[in-house]
């Protein structure tokens, strides 16, 4: 099994630290989430199934690609991702470039996990329809594919039209993944027709049954499993076909690298 490390969980000031001591205790990944911006508005935040807010306007963002180049010059082998980036939200250059740098910095380590997106405001906010969203994250997906592989690319789609350009230079890994995150029939159909692998909300081995069942076989799951109980546990989610478990073994930020050591000393990470 493979542990990633959810940064976006954790106060910004712990970022470099845990990012760093995960890389040294040896889990295979850190993440971070994003948003491009928050409006005001509070009635365009409601989370999906709830009746409050899913955000709060004055919380800080950062530009997770840019962020975890920076991340990449302080470590040196864990692989650096994004759950989830919000590929659709900006032109298919401007994600595709961001990509292809961290990828050429880290020396290819980079993961880039995508998705759809719940919360209207930002789209309202950057001028796009908010019902758009699906299908514009899939063109972009096969649009920032063919400009990380192929040597010129045109294009002419529903929402993206180009006339043929180069782009330069390449991402290191020859297929740099991208996983699909989001739990709706159409985000589990993008993860297994377009995308590398899904990642899942917050789940126990129990409560992602039915989206493997949807998902269907052969597609590398990493799922998000903040109330994994044991060691032992990890055997049952391996034979559901997960790959790579997101864990969070603090309760304060303060205490994230401490637990992070207990944990890789626990589950024999290293």
Same mark, same amino acid.
């Given at each position: %099994?493979?542990?990633?490390?959810?940064?976006?969980?954790? &106060?910004?000031? @712990?970022?470099?630290?845990?990012?760093?001591?995960?890389?040294?205790? /040896?889990?295979?990944?850190?993440?971070?989430?994003?948003?491009?911006?928050?409006?005001?508005?509070?009635?365009?935040?409601?989370? *999906?199934?709830?009746?409050?807010?899913? $955000?709060?306007?004055?919380?800080?963002?950062?530009?997770?690609?840019?962020?975890?180049?920076?991340?990449?010059? +302080?470590?040196?082998?864990?692989?650096?991702?994004?759950?989830?980036?919000?590929?659709?939200?900006? &032109?298919?250059?401007?994600?595709?470039?961001?990509?292809?740098?961290?990828?050429?910095? !880290?020396?290819?380590?980079?993961?880039?996990?995508?998705?759809? /997106?719940?919360? =209207?405001?930002?789209?309202?906010?950057?001028?796009?329809?908010?019902?758009?969203?699906?299908? #514009?994250?899939?063109?972009?997906?096969? $649009?920032?594919?063919?400009?990380?592989?192929? *040597?010129?690319?045109? &294009? !002419? /789609?529903?929402?993206? #039209?180009?006339?043929?350009?180069?782009?330069?230079?390449?991402?290191?890994?020859?297929?740099?993944?991208?996983?699909?995150?989001?739990? !709706?029939?159409?985000?589990?159909?993008?993860? !297994?027709? +377009?995308?590398?692998?899904? $990642?899942? %909300?917050? &789940?126990?081995?129990?409560? $992602?049954?039915?989206?493997?069942?949807? +998902?269907?076989?052969?597609?590398?799951?990493?799922?998000?499993?903040?109330?994994?109980?044991?060691?032992?546990?990890? @055997?049952?989610?391996?034979? +559901?076909?997960?790959? =790579?478990?997101?864990?969070?073994?603090?309760?304060?930020?303060?205490?994230?690298?401490?637990?992070?050591?207990?944990?890789?000393?626990?589950?024999?990470?290293?």
């Amino acid at each position: %099994m493979k542990y990633g490390v959810p940064l976006g969980l954790l &106060h910004p000031d @712990a970022w470099k630290d845990v990012a760093v001591a995960a890389d040294e205790l /040896g889990f295979e990944s850190v993440w971070l989430p994003e948003h491009l911006v928050f409006a005001t508005d509070l009635s365009l935040a409601v989370y *999906p199934g709830t009746e409050d807010p899913g $955000i709060k306007p004055t919380t800080p963002l950062f530009d997770a690609p840019a962020y975890l180049c920076w991340l990449a010059g +302080l470590t040196t082998r864990v692989r650096l991702g994004t759950a989830v980036h919000l590929l659709a939200l900006r &032109h298919p250059f401007v994600s595709a470039r961001a990509f292809a740098t961290l990828d050429v910095v !880290s020396g290819g380590r980079a993961i880039c996990g995508v998705g759809a /997106g719940w919360y =209207r405001g930002e789209w309202t906010a950057a001028g796009l329809p908010f019902e758009t969203r699906g299908a #514009r994250l899939d063109e972009v997906i096969e $649009i920032v594919r063919r400009l990380w592989t192929e *040597p010129v690319v045109a &294009h !002419s /789609g529903r929402f993206y #039209r180009f006339p043929e350009v180069a782009f330069e230079p390449k991402p290191v890994q020859r297929r740099l993944p991208v996983l699909a995150g989001g739990e !709706s029939a159409a985000a589990l159909r993008r993860a !297994s027709r +377009l995308c590398d692998g899904w $990642i899942s %909300m917050p &789940h126990t081995v129990e409560s $992602i049954r039915p989206q493997l069942a949807r +998902l269907g076989a052969g597609v590398p799951v990493t799922a998000h499993a903040y109330a994994l109980g044991s060691p032992a546990e990890v @055997a049952a989610w391996a034979e +559901l076909g997960v790959e =790579r478990l997101i864990v969070r073994p603090w309760t304060r930020s303060r205490d994230a690298v401490t637990r992070l050591a207990a944990f890789a000393a626990e589950y024999d990470v290293t």
